[in-house]
């Protein structure tokens, strides 16, 4: 036998087993995966989905902390939402029917995370994404008056920009803006609502704003609409 010949054979197949213990082919497929989970509102939106019944990944920045999800039976999925390969991967390892967009990023970049999310997004098949923005996006600056968005138009306008990215795909969206989330994550009022009614303004808490988004996970009422949220309730106590 030529042992030159068996030697090389036997390195191949060391090497074919080696490859497949360092690279895994992973799949989760869980029922919804939700950027920003780690942050305060989509903390509570990831426990309102586990409350409901839905299998939940968490996509998170490596190195973030989990701490509001201490306890929650969750899969973690680390990876950069400014990097589209990163993104992508996290689609293909979680395969969910829905998305949940709650991410909060600071720098102007809306547009160029929600086109990744969008790309992947329709490479599983995703059913239906919710997007978290804000009242004043884009256009909607321009229906309140009263409201002096100078400060923060550069990022309003981006984040209109996002919405468009999404309304423009093929995939089913909703889109939820709020106008002021109050500070206490931990205050419900249980009288929030959404409305259709884009000139509509007024404060809400994560609580509760992470209920109303339970609303929108099945059925045609939130489908491809654009809403806002926002509590009566809490708008009668600080007029």
Same mark, same amino acid.
């Given at each position: ?42 903390? %509570? ?10 299998? @939940? ?20 999925? *680390? ?8 993104? *992508?991967?996290?689609? *293909? ?17 809306? %547009?160029? %995370? ?11 098949? @995703? ?7 804000? @009242? ?10 009263? @409201? ?13 920009? *996002? ?32 409305? %259709? ?43």
């Amino acid at each position: 036998m030529n042992i030159n010949r068996l030697f090389r054979a036997w390195c191949t197949s060391l090497l074919t087993m080696l490859v497949v213990v360092v690279v895994p082919s992973v799949t989760y497929a869980e029922d919804a995966l939700v950027f920003g989970g780690t942050g305060r509102l989509g903390s %509570e939106t990831v426990r309102q989905l586990l409350t409901s019944g839905y299998s @939940v990944a968490v996509f998170a920045r490596p190195g973030a902390s989990h701490g509001r999800l201490d306890a929650l039976d969750v899969t973690y999925v *680390a990876g950069d939402l400014l990097d589209p390969d990163q993104v *992508a991967a996290a689609f *293909a390892a979680v395969r969910p029917q829905i998305v949940i967009d709650a991410s909060a990023l600071y720098s102007n970049q809306h %547009e160029i %995370e929600v086109r990744h999310i969008v790309a992947g997004a329709r490479r599983v098949g @995703v059913k239906r994404i919710i997007h978290h923005g804000s @009242v004043g996006a884009g256009d909607n600056m321009v229906l309140f008056p009263q @409201v002096d968005f100078t400060r923060l138009e550069e990022s309003l306008r981006d984040k209109g920009r *996002a919405e468009q990215v999404l309304m423009d795909s093929d995939i089913p969206y909703v889109i939820i803006r709020n106008g002021s989330l109050e500070n206490n994550d931990s205050k419900s009022s249980g009288s929030a609502r959404l409305t %259709e009614n884009v000139t509509a303004l007024g404060p809400i808490t994560r609580r509760d704003l992470a209920a109303v988004t339970m609303q929108c996970l099945q059925g045609p009422l939130c489908l491809n609409n654009t809403l806002h949220a926002l509590d009566d309730q809490l708008a009668s106590k600080t007029e």
